[in-house]
């Protein structure tokens, strides 16, 4: 982030990879303790450029969605469908990706789990399409929570975590490849085995 703050400075504002910078920036701080009125600043930046009007809009729903998610999803779901559409027209798999797995999290938080398990299988999808290997791996993590909690068999549970686990895509992934295989223990009856599974679970994520 101190190298993107240092080529943010050197950059005049007129620039259009001032906002191009900014809104990398702010997309590193998303998921780290960015103080609001420097994330305004970033995304204020980035919303003078039309052609930086989704990707900024989805960045700005991703950090609100990890803060306030009821103001969040209140506010800005709404224009899911429209930046979805826009990272269409334009061919963007990396902006589809993002915004199907954000649209996921969002059905995550209002409990709605089939939905969420959509647009968990298409953030997967666009994320192998950009190479983005670690967005795909958290979620198909998602994806088999959505499908354990929701209404799937636990057949068609088995038959998602076999297909996923045939990629190699580290401990995000096996921890909710586990926590899968823990409720289809739990189902069959076998609560020492759901355990030892919850546990695995646990370490890789942390």
Known sequence: ASLLERALALTSEHERLHAVIALELADQLVEGDAESERMEELLAIGERDPDLAALTALIRYEWLLRRRPGEAIATLEARLAGIVDEFERRDDVRGLARAHFAWGLTHVFAARTMPSA???????????????????????????????????????IRRSIEAIDSEDQGAYQAGG?????????????????????VRRAIDAYT
């Open 177 to 197: 490849i586990d926590l899968g295989r823990a409720w289809l223990a739990r189902a069959e009856g076998d609560l020492p085995r759901a355990r030892e599974l």
């Open 118 to 156: 959509e647009q968990m299988r298409l953030a997967a999808e666009y994320s192998l399409r950009a190479g983005d290997l670690g967005l795909r791996a958290r979620a198909h993590s998602w994806y088999i929570s959505a499908q354990w909690h929701g209404l799937t068999s636990a057949e068609d």
